[in-house]
T-cell receptor, first 113, second 113 residues
Framework: DSGVTQTPKHLITATGQRVTLRCSPRSGDLSVYWYQQSLDQGLQFLIQYYNGEERAKGNILERFSAQQFPDLHSELNLSSLELGDSALYFC????????????FGPGTRLTVL | KNQVEQSPQSLIILEGKNCTLQCNYTVSPFSNLRWYKQDTGRGPVSLTIMTFSENTKSNGRYTATLDADTKQSSLHITASQLSDSASYICVVRGGNYGQNFVFGPGTRLSVLP
């Protein structure tokens, strides 16, 4: 158990819909990262927040947005869902911004029908 | 273009044997290089993190090396166990502010009894 929690574990929805994925970091960690893992593209970095501020941005689509709240939990919002958005979405947390070990959560499996 | 390549794509070894996985990268500027172990359907687990000045880092039976001049890294697994069967992913963090994460495609290791 990494100490990072993600909800829900599974999510099934239809194209065009909007969903919210939630992540609670390990106690004391200030950074939260979001990753997408699909079968054909492997792991991809989406975005990082550090202490409530956006720190780094990867291949995150404009239809996707994220935020980190004052209690340090984070949410990833996915809208106008397409079939290709079906993937495992992982959240990770770390103590610092760049050099610290990242601890991954169990992931949310999103299926778009 | 920032890229991370890994070889071999897959590897089968017998329990108790050693093996070495390779990672070549073209990410610049370089911040750090990480090796992760990922079991199917689960979040990656960090094995090692190496910065520019580190040549070798060990974590139990896992030893990673880094040659920043040739932009190559290797992960050596000693006395393999059945539980080592997993995907091993090399990730390079770079950019002037550490804002880039570039993931390799992974090496799928199968350890047979």
């Amino acid at each position: 158990d990494s100490g990072v929690t993600q909800t829900p574990k599974h999510l099934i929805t239809a194209t065009g819909q909007r969903v919210t994925l939630r992540c609670s970091p390990r106690s004391g960690d200030l950074s939260v990262y979001w990753y997408q893992q699909s079968l054909d593209q492997g792991l991809q970095f989406l975005i990082q927040y550090y202490n409530g501020e956006e720190r780094a941005k990867g291949n995150i689509l404009e239809r996707f947005s994220a935020q980190q709240f004052p209690d340090l939990h984070s949410e990833l919002n996915l809208s106008s869902l397409e079939l290709g958005d079906s993937a495992l979405y992982f959240c990770a947390s770390s103590a610092g911004q760049v050099y610290n070990e990242q601890f991954f959560g169990p992931g949310t499996r999103l299926t778009v029908l | 273009k920032n890229q991370v390549e890994q070889s071999p794509q897959s590897l089968i070894i017998l329990e108790g044997k050693n093996c070495t996985l390779q990672c070549n990268y073209t990410v610049s500027p370089f911040s750090n290089l990480r090796w992760y172990k990922q079991d199917t359907g689960r979040g990656p687990v960090s094995l090692t993190i190496m910065t520019f000045s580190e040549n070798t880092k060990s974590n139990g039976r896992y030893t990673a090396t880094l040659d920043a001049d040739t932009k190559q890294s290797s992960l050596h697994i000693t006395a393999s166990q059945l539980s080592d069967s997993a995907s091993y992913i090399c990730v390079v963090r770079g950019g002037n502010y550490g804002q880039n994460f570039v993931f390799g495609p992974g090496t799928r290791l199968s350890v047979l009894p």
